[in-house]
């Protein structure tokens, strides 16, 4: 049944990797239950955030259809997107969710002229005939991100700067004319001086073209400049969500509160970095029952060790995942 309205739904979503050998190896959740719904008439800014290894990426391929999830599913437009096996719905979530990727350099081939990869984009995914149609629709895309033909033409990736390669990767993804775009830390290897333009680019597409993006980052501030929902991960579970404001003015979860600490007030201007490696031991603890942010919680109480906490709706629009709120309230419940 198609679900009017909605875009994206992530339900219940599980990834689990083997490390190691068959006998030897271990397994990591790397996502574990993650639900995110996205509406498609209101189309908006959604951030992912969390520390490095906290499983944005991984909940991004299998968004992208790059990974399949071991449980789980994820609906796109009414449809289930690791069902799609023909070869035409296969290209239609292609053209509907495009990926940027972090490293602009690596998107283009340094050897291949840039408009080349703009015109098969459009050749290959709009299966578009004639040479002035598929002008027509580059010259669009390349106008979407401030640019324009004459500037690129007979140019290799080598003479644009990092930040004009990544609104470039922006316009390759922009031919598809997609409903959908998977940011991946796209702004993390622009130079800081153009970072700012690029996240207004991502408002502008939203605002103006009616583009849902999904904005993951570890940078807090970034994503309370750009965006308009957030999801907070811990080791691969969301951990609290809802409107970016709300979320970072008054934080929930006893983790998103840790995080903040070290920010005052989320300023897109000061640079906010929180990447830590986590320790063989910390990686084992991934796959214990029970709340995942167990062993630093200042009000980690015996039930927290022991099963895994509800994600509860406390007020409109805000959930968390975390024994000390119940269903509609935010009064600490009883029990913990
Ligand atoms: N193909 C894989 N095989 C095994 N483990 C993997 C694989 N891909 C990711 N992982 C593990 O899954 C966990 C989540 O990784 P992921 O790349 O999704 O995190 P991330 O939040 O994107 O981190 P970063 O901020 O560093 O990009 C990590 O512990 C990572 O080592
Ligand atoms: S469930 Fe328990 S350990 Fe986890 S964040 Fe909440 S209070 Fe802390
Ligand atoms: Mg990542």
């Given at each position: 049944m198609i679900e009017q309205g909605i875009l994206?739904r992530?339900?219940?979503?599980?990834?689990?990797?083997?490390?190691?050998?068959?006998?030897?190896?271990?397994?990591?959740?790397?996502?574990?239950?993650?639900?995110?719904?996205?509406e498609g008439s209101?189309?908006?800014?959604?951030?992912?955030?969390?520390?490095?290894?906290?499983?944005?990426?991984?909940?991004?391929?299998?968004?992208?259809?790059?990974?399949?999830?071991?449980?789980?599913?994820?609906?796109?437009k009414g449809?289930?997107?690791?069902?799609?096996?023909?070869?035409?719905?296969?290209?239609?979530?292609?053209?509907?969710?495009?990926?940027?990727?972090?490293?602009?350099?690596?998107?283009?081939?340094?050897?291949?002229?840039?408009?080349?990869?703009?015109?098969?984009?459009?050749?290959?995914?709009?299966?578009?005939?004639?040479?002035?149609?598929?002008?027509?629709?580059?010259?669009?895309?390349?106008?979407?991100?401030?640019?324009?033909?004459?500037?690129?033409?007979?140019?290799?990736?080598?003479?644009?700067?990092?930040?004009?390669?990544?609104?470039?990767?922006?316009?390759?993804?922009?031919?598809?004319?997609?409903?959908?775009?998977?940011?991946?830390?796209?702004?993390?290897?622009?130079?800081?001086?153009?970072?700012?333009?690029?996240?207004?680019?991502?408002?502008?597409?939203?605002?103006?073209?009616?583009?849902?993006?999904?904005?993951?980052?570890?940078?807090?501030?970034?994503?309370?400049?750009?965006?308009?929902?957030?999801?907070?991960?811990?080791?691969?579970?969301?951990?609290?969500?809802?409107?970016?404001?709300?979320?970072?003015?008054?934080?929930?979860?006893?983790?998103?509160?840790?995080?903040?600490?070290?920010?005052?007030?989320?300023?897109?201007?000061?640079?906010?970095?929180?990447?830590?490696?986590?320790?063989?031991?910390?990686?084992?603890?991934?796959?214990?029952?029970?709340?995942?942010?167990?062993?630093?919680?200042?009000?980690?109480?015996?039930?927290?060790?022991?099963?895994?906490?509800?994600?509860?709706?406390?007020?409109?629009?805000?959930?968390?995942?975390?024994?000390?709120?119940?269903?509609?309230?935010?009064?600490?419940?009883?029990?913990?």
């Amino acid at each position: 049944m198609i679900e009017q309205g909605i875009l994206l739904r992530i339900e219940n979503v599980t990834k689990i990797f083997r490390i190691g050998g068959r006998i030897t190896g271990s397994k990591l959740v790397a996502v574990s239950n993650a639900n995110i719904e996205m509406e498609g008439s209101k189309p908006e800014i959604f951030a992912l955030a969390g520390e490095s290894g906290s499983g944005k990426t991984t909940l991004a391929r299998m968004i992208l259809g790059l990974i399949e999830p071991s449980s789980g599913r994820i609906i796109f437009k009414g449809r289930d997107i690791n069902t799609l096996k023909n070869r035409k719905d296969k290209l239609w979530f292609k053209r509907e969710v495009q990926p940027i990727f972090q490293n602009p350099f690596e998107a283009f081939n340094p050897l291949k002229k840039v408009e080349s990869y703009l015109f098969e984009t459009a050749k290959n995914l709009l299966l578009l005939k004639t040479k002035d149609e598929v002008l027509e629709n580059i010259s669009q895309a390349v106008k979407a991100v401030g640019m324009s033909l004459e500037e690129i033409k007979d140019r290799y990736p080598s003479e644009f700067s990092g930040g004009q390669l990544q609104r470039l990767s922006i316009a390759r993804a922009l031919v598809a004319k997609p409903s959908l775009l998977i940011a991946d830390e796209p702004v993390s290897m622009v130079d800081a001086s153009l970072r700012m333009s690029i996240l207004n680019l991502f408002r502008n597409l939203n605002k103006d073209h009616g583009v849902s993006i999904i904005y993951i980052t570890h940078d807090l501030a970034t994503a309370y400049y750009v965006s308009d929902r957030i999801a907070i991960m811990f080791r691969g579970v969301i951990v609290e969500l809802g409107p970016v404001d709300e979320v970072l003015s008054k934080p929930y979860h006893p983790y998103t509160q840790l995080l903040l600490e070290s920010i005052p007030k989320p300023d897109p201007d000061r640079k906010w970095e929180r990447r830590i490696k986590l320790s063989d031991m910390e990686v084992k603890e991934y796959s214990l029952v029970g709340c995942k942010f167990v062993t630093r919680c200042p009000y980690a109480k015996e039930i927290c060790k022991k099963k895994e906490p509800p994600f509860v709706h406390v007020e409109k629009g805000r959930s968390v995942k975390c024994f000390l709120y119940s269903n509609g309230t935010i009064k600490i419940s009883e029990e913990v």
